[in-house]
């Protein structure tokens, strides 16, 4: 051997054996790790898809009368109202899979098959379960929100089972179903969430789903786009607080009693004299997201719809108390 020679080889690139060896055992070391991460990525995806499933599907069940319970999940609170004539339901939830749920669950009460199913308001956290019902099943809503299902949510709505289960039965103001000796009355109390919202209260039982005319705990939607309105809600809401009631059931969050549908109603009027208050005076809306304090009715954000927050309220009834002054 030459004094000072390398006894490495040198390769065509310039690497030696020695070189090449480590890049090639690297370059496996990667693709297992990759791999790997890969096997890691794909458990966490099908785990969190196999939790969603069953979260849809997951109904808490509460029983306020012997004939009549609360079903709450991924979107608005669901009533059951079992008679020995047959069932009611307010409101079906985001999914169709949920409509699913509130059958199977309504089948563990009773044989009873469900007589009417009663919309409060468009939104799809409260009318997306119906294809799951039976077609020619009567379907309630006031005509406003019938309108708003056909123009705002044509699509969900254009093909079968789901144009079936549209609101075939609409009313204006109230409307009355007698039910297994038991009484079930409609009222549109007026504009707030919606222009088209309906409470409905089980008469004997003295209990009042308002829908999301009330949100208890959290912070609601106010929806301009489909007639809301934060100006007019506190008066609607007085008119919905001279029926005769003890117990509510809300929209979104527990159920309560009168004194926290007055809370609400509260945050409501706040709300709107204290925003339109800072835009009389010619305040912006920053000034408003700034100066608007709402922190002693201690709400919060939905969970599955974390965006509905303070600065959510605070934008939309500036938006309403600016409307047509803006250039």
């Known amino acids: 051997m030459t ?16 070189e090449e060896s480590t890049l090639v055992i690297s370059g496996r070391l990667v693709s297992r790790a990759l791999e790997r991460a890969g096997i890691v990525l794909l458990v966490v995806i099908v785990g ?31 009533g059951v109202f079992v008679s020995n004539e047959g069932v009611i339901v307010v409101d079906t939830m985001t999914f169709v899979r949920q409509g699913e749920a509130i059958l199977d669950r309504i089948t563990r009460l009773t044989d009873q098959r469900v007589m009417a ?3 409060t308001h468009y939104h ?20 406003r929100t019938l309108a708003h299902l056909r123009e705002r949510d044509a699509a969900f709505w254009r093909d ?28 549109h109390p007026g504009r707030g969430h919606t222009d088209g919202d309906l409470v409905v ?22 929806d301009l786009e489909a007639g809301g309105t934060v100006r007019e809600w506190g008066d609607t809401l007085d008119r919905v607080l001279a029926l005769d009631f003890d117990t509510v059931i809300p929209g979104h969050g527990p159920v309560t009693d009168r004194a926290g549908l007055v809370r609400f109603q509260r945050f409501i009027r706040s709300l709107w004299s204290q925003t ?10 920053d000034d408003a997201l700034r100066t608007v304090d709402l922190a002693e009715f201690a709400l919060r954000p939905l969970w599955f719809a974390p965006y509905l927050n303070r600065g959510f309220v605070v934008r939309r009834a500036y938006q309403e108390a600016t409307a047509g002054t803006r250039g």
């Open 276 to 285: 339109s208050a800072v835009a009389a005076r010619g305040g912006s809306l």
């Open 48 to 78: 969190f898809a196999a939790f969603a499933w069953w979260r849809v599907g997951y109904l808490d069940v509460q029983q306020l009368r012997p004939d009549l319970w609360v079903l709450s999940g991924v979107g608005g609170n669901v």
């Open 124 to 143: 799809l956290d409260h009318t997306h379960g119906n294809p799951a019902f039976v077609p020619g099943t009567k379907v309630i809503s006031t005509a």
């Open 160 to 187: 079968s089972p789901a144009r079936e289960l549209l609101p075939n039965l609409t009313f204006e103001t109230t409307q009355e179903i007698s039910i297994g000796g038991r009484t079930v009355r409609l009222l």
């Open 117 to 119: 199913v009663l919309n």
């Open 3 to 18: 004094a000072g020679r390398s006894n490495r080889t040198p390769l065509r690139n310039g690497r030696t054996v020695c």
């Open 201 to 222: 209260l089980f008469v004997e039982d003295r209990v009042l789903h308002t829908g999301d005319l009330f949100s208890n705990g959290v912070y609601p939607n106010i």
